[in-house]
C-alpha cells in the first residue's frame, strides 16, 4: 500500500505502517524519534492514528475494546518519527490496578530507557470525567521520567460551550496542558502534527 501524503499547516505527512513488535528485542536498536501512543482500550488510539496520518484504514479499529495486543510501529515522513501504537488498559483486566495490566509489554517498553522514546502520548476520553486509570497512566510516566503528552478524544461529541469546561476540568486533573482531538471532524489535528514533529 503506498503512503498517505496529506500537506496540513504544519508539513507533509506520510505514514506508513512498519511491524508489530511482541518483545522488545522486535524494536529496532537504532532509529528516529518514538512517540508511544497510550490509553483505554476504548479510547480511540487507531481512530487518532488514522485520523493524523489522512488515511481510514492505516491502524486497524474495532467495536470491540482491547484488540491491540502487541507494539505496532508506524514510520512518519520516512524515519522523520516513529510511533508506537501500545495496547490499551482497563478492559480486558477491569478491575486491576494499572501497576497489574502493565507488567508486560509495555511496561518493559516503557521502562527500558530507550534513547529513542522521547515522549508519551496519553489519550483520555474527552467526553467523560478524567478516570483513575488515566491519572495512575499519568503519574507512573512521571515517576519514569518519561515526558507526557495529553489528548482528549471525542471531542466532536462535545459542545462549543461544553469544550472550554472540559478542558478545565482535565487540565486541572492532569496539572498539565490537554489538546482537544476529534478524529472525526480532524479539530486539533495541524496542533497535535507540529506537536509530533517538533520531537523529532
Known amino acids: 500500500m503506498s503512503p498517505a501524503q496529506l500537506r496540513g499547516s504544519s508539513a507533509t505527512w506520510q505514514v506508513e505502517f512498519v511491524k508489530s513488535c511482541s518483545a522488545l528485542s522486535d524494536l529496532p536498536g537504532e532509529g528516529p524519534s518514538e512517540v508511544a501512543l497510550l490509553g483505554r482500550s476504548n479510547v480511540g488510539k487507531s481512530s487518532l492514528l488514522n485520523s493524523l496520518a489522512g488515511r481510514g484504514k492505516l491502524a486497524r479499529t474495532s467495536r470491540t475494546p482491547g484488540r491491540t495486543r502487541l507494539l505496532n510501529l508506524f514510520d512518519v515522513n520516512q524515519g522523520q518519527l516513529l510511533l508506537v501504537d501500545c495496547p490499551g488498559y482497563g478492559y480486558a483486566k477491569a478491575g486491576r490496578?494499572?501497576?497489574?495490566q502493565w507488567t508486560?509489554?509495555?511496561?518493559q517498553y516503557l521502562s527500558s530507557r530507550r534513547p529513542q522514546l522521547l515522549l508519551a502520548l496519553l489519550l483520555v476520553d474527552g467526553c467523560i470525567e478524567p478516570q483513575a486509570l488515566d491519572l495512575e497512566a499519568a503519574v507512573w510516566l512521571r515517576a519514569h521520567a518519561i515526558p507526557l503528552g495529553i489528548v482528549a478524544t471525542k471531542w466532536d461529541r462535545l459542545s462549543g460551550?461544553?469544550?472550554?469546561?472540559?478542558?478545565?476540568r482535565f487540565e486541572a486533573a492532569f496539572a498539565a496542558p490537554v489538546l482537544g482531538y476529534s478524529s472525526v471532524s480532524h479539530a486539533g489535528r495541524d496542533e497535535l502534527r507540529k506537536r509530533l514533529l517538533s520531537r523529532a
Request: glycine share 6%; charged share 30%.
Open 104 to 107: 508486560g509489554l509495555v511496561e
Open 161 to 168: 460551550n461544553q469544550r472550554p469546561l472540559a478542558l478545565r
Open 97 to 100: 490496578s494499572l501497576r497489574e
